[in-house]
């Protein structure tokens, strides 16, 4: 089979004989890193996954069976009908580059890589998960995950092998050598060098994570390097569905612990093996102080360089914003100067991060506010809330000191002393671990989680989602 049977594409890759062999040596590597670090125990079963084998509405959105070895893992980009203008910067009004101006080599490569980066990490975070799914629905939505985070790095890879020569394919066999969690050859970024043993976790991590990468996406959406701003749109497609699964998959724990704390008669979920509704609090404070320290540093050059040069915009730039120079204005910020807090304008080039993180937690806000409808159908009167951006930094400017929940800062000590109550303790990962034990027959579910509201593509929740090649040995 040629490569160009194996990858959908509509990048035209039979006609480009150099790119063919570049991505033709890096394949069997990527399929050796799959079956290495990717889903565990599962290779050889049949899952019901949605593969794009094109770009139109009809086409990227195909369920069928499929070994996850064997899924097409193809190349797209969006397609542009006309020719396209750069949306902001300093370059704002040219035509959009449809190759790497020299002078942005150095920066680009390293957008493109850091977010290759995070594609293939996640997956190795996840490959253990689908030995105690909650369900059989689950499982597949974990898979599918999978696949397309692992088809989320065939897109960048491709970038970094048509664009960068030498360089982009040296990029691309290192995506495939680093490892999450490895002391040696980490992944780049902290938050996907984080544990994911729990579903808990798991759906914290497709809300509050895949989250990051939806706004990282939608900023390189824009961007004036349009095989990028193309790549990451049609990316975006399929992210959606992650974003999906961490949404309602909280809400689904939130909605059983909900019940169970109503039907216990000490109001303790726990007591009737539920996830409680304080734990997941606790879940929420890590995984969201730990995404929301991707966006970087609240006064960054960096994030003013990437606007000016027209790589990285502002969060829906072209259709939100008037002034796409953003020369001009400024951003008030909450910065310190002498030990405390106090407001600062802030040039807003130099804010752009924050202007991004801005509109991620307004995100996070939207979805809460949807946990909490949840939990008072239910009757009950607690409320689930997004810490604040300060809460439990590790990186820019809030690094280094103790803030609060509501971001007021405290001292070392009394962040110590709360420590407990605030993130989750080795107990409390213990007790969520001790409830992971797999669900895989066909319209079951674990106890501590609410089956979805509807299954995939229209089937039912008790649809056959995996086919297993025999009876696991649990
Ligand atoms: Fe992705
Ligand atoms: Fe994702």
Redesign the pocket.
């Known amino acids: 089979m040629s490569l160009t049977d194996s990858i959908p594409n509509n990048v035209d890759l039979g006609s480009d004989k150099k790119l063919l062999r570049a991505l033709e040596k890096w394949q069997p590597d990527f399929i050796k890193w799959w079956l290495e670090m990717g889903p565990e125990g599962f290779q050889q079963d049949q899952i019901y996954l949605r593969t794009a084998i094109s770009v139109d509405p009809q086409g990227w959105a195909n369920y069928e069976y499929v070994k996850m070895p064997d899924y097409r893992w193809g190349i797209f980009l969006t397609p542009r009908s006309e020719e396209r203008d750069i949306g902001f910067g300093d370059h704002q009004g040219q035509k959009a580059w449809n190759e790497v101006p020299g002078e942005l080599r150095g920066i680009l490569r390293r957008i493109i890589v850091t977010q290759a980066d995070?594609?293939p990490a996640?997956v190795e975070q996840q490959r253990l998960l689908g030995k105690c799914a909650p369900s059989m629905f689950d499982l597949r939505s974990l898979f599918q995950v999978n696949v397309?985070?692992g088809r989320?790095l065939w897109a960048m890879v491709h970038l970094l092998h048509q664009y960068f020569g030498k360089d982009g394919r040296e990029e691309a066999e290192d995506l495939l050598q680093r490892r999450s969690g490895n002391a040696d050859k980490p992944r780049i970024l902290q938050t996907f060098n984080e544990k994911t043993e729990d579903w808990l976790s798991f759906f914290c991590f497709t809300m509050f994570t895949?989250r990051d990468?939806k706004y990282q996406l939608a900023a390189l959406s824009e961007s004036g390097f349009d095989p990028l701003a193309r790549a990451t749109q049609f990316?975006l497609t399929?992210?959606s569905f992650?974003l999906f699964t961490g949404e309602t998959g909280i809400e689904r724990i939130v909605q059983r612990a909900a019940e169970l704390t109503k039907q216990d008669p000490n109001g303790d979920a726990r007591a009737l093996g539920g996830i409680d509704l304080p734990t997941i609090q606790k879940w929420i404070n890590f995984w969201f102080s730990s995404a929301v320290e991707l966006f970087g540093g609240e006064i960054s050059s960096n994030a003013a360089d990437y606007f000016a040069t027209g790589l990285k915009g502002r969060f829906r730039e072209r259709e939100k914003y008037q002034d796409h120079t953003a020369l001009e204005g400024s951003y008030t910020m909450n910065v310190l100067s002498e030990g405390r807090l106090s407001s600062k304008d802030v040039p807003l080039r130099n804010a752009m991060n924050e202007v991004l993180r801005d509109e991620y937690i307004a995100d996070c806000e939207r979805a809460v506010r949807k946990w909490n409808h949840t939990i008072k159908k239910s009757g009950l009167t607690h409320e689930l809330f997004i810490p604040n951006r300060r809460f439990n930094r590790s990186m820019g400017m809030y690094a280094g000191l103790a803030f609060d929940l509501r971001g007021e800062m405290i001292t070392k000590e009394q962040f110590e002393a709360k420590r407990d109550e605030w993130l989750p303790t080795a107990a409390d990962r213990a007790y969520v671990r001790s409830l992971m034990v797999p669900v895989h027959e066909r319209g079951k579910i674990a106890n501590w989680i609410a089956p979805p509201k509807q299954g995939v593509d229209n089937k039912p929740f008790d649809w056959e989602y995996v086919k297993f090649h025999q009876v696991e040995a649990e």
Do not use: I, K, L, R
């Open positions: 995070t594609e996640s397309e985070e989320h895949d990468g990316m399929e992210e992650h």
